[in-house]
């Protein structure tokens, strides 16, 4: 790479922020989003709890229901709780399916927990909802993914809905307005046997 003086490059990064501004001056509207996380990298949940921190930073109303993950009581909830009323966060499963081995409690408390998440879904006092793991629901055909979609049309316009999950169907990310795909080169427990651990996986 050539090196710029200088002046090239001061003339470079004023065209740059020229572009910036005028795409950003074209892209002034604003929406609810619908948000997907997904993919078989770690981060998925983690990267949703930091909009869920803005969300809060902002003094937004921010609900957050969990499926699948509900046995393990994670150190999420006691961060969240101290918020308040200004939160509602419901750990809804009993935990990974391969712990409870009944597909039939497993489909009874998942739709519990979309019954739940309907109910914030249509409410316009909240500015975020999260759906943790719904998309691993999705995948075992523990809900619905016309049930799912439904739901998603009843959200209100200025309200974002964040789903998480490896798995996500194409129907959903077609759906979706923004999609983000974790992808994993290297993980601990895999090639060193290394257990999940406080203040990192919970």
């Known amino acids: 790479m ?12 004023q065209r740059r922020k020229e572009v910036q501004e005028q795409r950003v001056s074209q892209a ?33 109303q921010v609900a957050i229901i969990q499926f699948i993950k ?20 419901h750990a809804l499963g009993e935990g990974f399916t391969w712990e409870t081995q009944d597909r039939d409690r ?3 408390k998942v739709y519990e927990a979309w019954n739940l998440a309907l109910s914030y879904i249509r409410n316009p006092d909240f ?29 209100p316009e200025d309200s974002h809905v964040i789903l998480t999950g490896r798995g996500a169907p194409p129907e959903l990310i077609e759906r979706a ?12 427990f895999r090639e060193q046997g290394v257990r999940a651990q406080p203040g990192i996986e919970y």
């Open 177 to 188: 307005d923004l999609v983000t795909e974790m992808k994993m080169i290297k993980h601990p």
């Open 2 to 13: 050539t090196s710029l003086t200088p002046e090239q490059y001061k003339q470079k990064m």
């Open 70 to 89: 509900g046995a393990w009581e994670p150190a999420e909830k006691a961060v969240f709780t101290k918020w308040g009323e200004q939160i509602s966060f």
């Open 106 to 108: 497993d489909i009874q």
């Open 127 to 155: 500015k975020l909802v999260l759906l943790d793991e719904v998309n691993v629901s999705l995948k075992l055909g523990y809900l619905k993914l016309e049930d799912l979609l439904a739901g998603l049309e009843e959200k």
């Open 28 to 60: 002034a509207r604003e929406k609810g989003l619908i948000v997907v996380n997904t993919g078989n990298g770690k981060g998925k949940t983690t990267a949703a709890l930091g909009m869920v921190m803005r969300s809060l930073g902002h003094g937004y």
